[in-house]
């Protein structure tokens, strides 16, 4: 079993439609968490990130952590076509063996005007 | 601009060669992660750096190596290049080196093997 799983998709919605993105681990020494947004052939960059269970809102995008279930979800309100790409969960912890983040493989999104 | 400057965005060579691709963390940053990602795989972590040291390695293969540099500026070589070997290659940096407040990632080289 892979420590993060996400699944690529991809996932086509309308624009305007509400986008719910997930994924699951393994691991419970994971301690915090984040996403990433990619577009085609760019650098990942951040989105937002958590350090405990519950909802983090930032504009049109709340993420949500439940450690208990071991499963992140970030949703996506008023999906624009802009929004189309490819978001990465990822996750680290401060045990020892853990120095760096754990990457989801990603999943992609595309939003239809 | 993110901050971590990649040198260069592309890169075309033949089989057998070597390569240096270069990285300027953001300015603070110590640690320095090298990623591959191919067409049909995620992020695949290499190496870390930190401030310095060998940190963390992952994938890498022997065939590659890479270090750090007094001035935090990192390079990656890659040597006896293969078909298989073309990806894109990003650098990320973060302050600490635990990733606690992510990474910041640079916007890769795109490596072509021929």
């Known amino acids: 079993q892979k420590e993060v799983e996400q699944d690529p998709g991809p996932l086509s919605v309308p624009e305007g439609a509400i986008v719910s993105l997930n994924c699951t681990y393994s691991?419970?020494?994971?301690?915090?968490f984040m996403w990433y947004r990619q577009y085609s052939r760019k650098g990942p960059e951040l989105l937002m990130y958590t350090y405990s269970s519950g909802n983090k809102e930032d504009g049109r995008f709340t993420a949500q952590v439940d450690k208990s279930s071991k499963y992140i979800s970030l949703f996506i309100r008023d999906s624009q076509p802009s929004d189309s790409a490819t978001y990465l969960c990822a996750m680290g912890s401060m045990n020892s063996g853990y120095s760096t983040l754990t990457f989801g493989k990603g999943t992609m999104l595309l939003v239809s005007p | 601009d993110s901050g971590v400057t990649q040198t260069p965005k592309h890169l075309i060579t033949a089989t057998g060669q070597r390569v240096t691709l270069r990285c300027s963390p953001r300015?603070?940053?110590?640690?320095v992660y090298w990623y591959q990602q191919s067409l049909d795989q995620g992020l695949q972590f290499l190496i870390q750096y930190y401030n310095g040291e060998e940190r963390a390695k992952g994938n890498i293969l022997e065939r590659f190596s890479a270090q750090q540099f007094p001035d935090l500026h990192s390079e990656l070589n890659l040597s006896s290049l293969e078909l298989g070997d073309s990806a894109l290659y990003f650098c990320?940096?973060?302050?600490?080196?635990?990733?606690?407040?992510?990474?910041?990632f640079g916007s890769g080289t795109r490596l072509t093997v021929v």
């Open positions: 990320a940096s973060s302050v600490e080196g635990r990733g606690l407040y992510g990474y910041t």
């Open positions: 691991n419970s020494a994971f301690q915090y």
């Open positions: 300015s603070g940053d110590l640690s």
